[in-house]
């Protein structure tokens, strides 16, 4: 199509599908730019186009206007025409073409702003974990505070309201480690105000080295299934006992039903007086965080999966005022030549030895626990925290 100038007169402008024409859309725009956005008067005319010795004034609005918005609107008439005023329809023309581009740009801001939404939505708890910000840190107060506290990193199956409960003037927490063997030291841990354990680890049988009680039971997700072969002694026989299950994936997740979320639903349905909660999402990052600030690892990056120790510790120093861990090693235990040989766990006597398992993992380079940095950085929190070692006993250097 042809485009024709607004004044009959001058010489008609280029046809829009010609190089030249291709070559000037930008000087149209210009124009355009010029005329509706500025007071024309207060500016000098552009210099005049380089075809056909046409000059400055033989542009078409309508040419402009396409270029500007992609709507395409007839030439002007000629002065024939029994149609308004040339100023008025510049006018006019001007009034539209601000609105179409106001329009597209409130269009444009309101998609982006939905997409940045729902991908802040999709994403959060990989934002929460990988988005920069403030370094996390443990907090060196203890909860002083007489009374029941919530604490809002903990969600109970199944109406996901934040644990409640007083904090522990004193706490044992009980590696499942073949240290404990013959250690003696159950009538010890059974002092303490709180008793913290960890996954399967039984009491039955081992009494005298472990001790009886049991006040909170930190499980991974992937151990449920082993408590629920024996769901009479963990659930049935210890119902005073507060389960904190973590994990993240789709068996934990609570809104789409997860199998690891729904077993863990039916226990409270069998027994409805069982406590049971889960660590939520930002508490999971929380922890991710806590172990990149320390590490100055990623954790997903370097292929590693946090202990159930791990988060047993993080609970007990936001839960207890003073904490006495028992049967843990520091970081340097099996680099010493004279270790004694132990089981990995004090219930499987013979299976796998403890020292031979923390190397393997802390080699590993996918796909593993890294119980030796964890217990580096555990004895960097014992410096400036009320945190104790005991059998073996050992100061953080």
Known sequence: MELRAADPEQPAGPNLPSRTGTALLGVWGLRFSQDLCLDSSLYPPLPQFPWEGASSEAWDPALSLWVLTGAWLPPLPSPGDSSPPAAERQRQHS??????????????????????????????PFCLASCPGPRPHLSDARPTAPGRLPFSGYSRVPDGKPLVRGPCRSCAVVSSSGQMLGSGLGPQIDGAECV???????????????GRRSTLRVVSHTTVPLL????????????????VVWGQGPSMDRALGGRTYRALLQLTQMYPGLQVYTFTERMMAYCDQVFQSETGKNRRQSGSFLSTGWFTMILALELCEETVVYGMVSDSYCREKSHPSVPYHYFEKGRLDECQMYLAHEQAPRSAHRFITEKAVFSRWAKTRPLVFAHPSWRAP
């Open 196 to 210: 913290l354990r960890m996954n399967q680890a039984p009491t039955a049988g081992f009494e005298a080295d472990v």
């Open 228 to 243: 629920l072969r024996n769901y009479s002694h963990y659930f049935q026989q210890a119902r005073d006992t507060l389960y």
């Open 95 to 124: 009034m539209k073409a601000r609105g179409r581009l106001l329009l597209i740009i409130l269009c444009s801001v309101g998609f982006s702003a939905a997409y940045i939404l729902l991908c802040c939505w999709a994403c959060l």
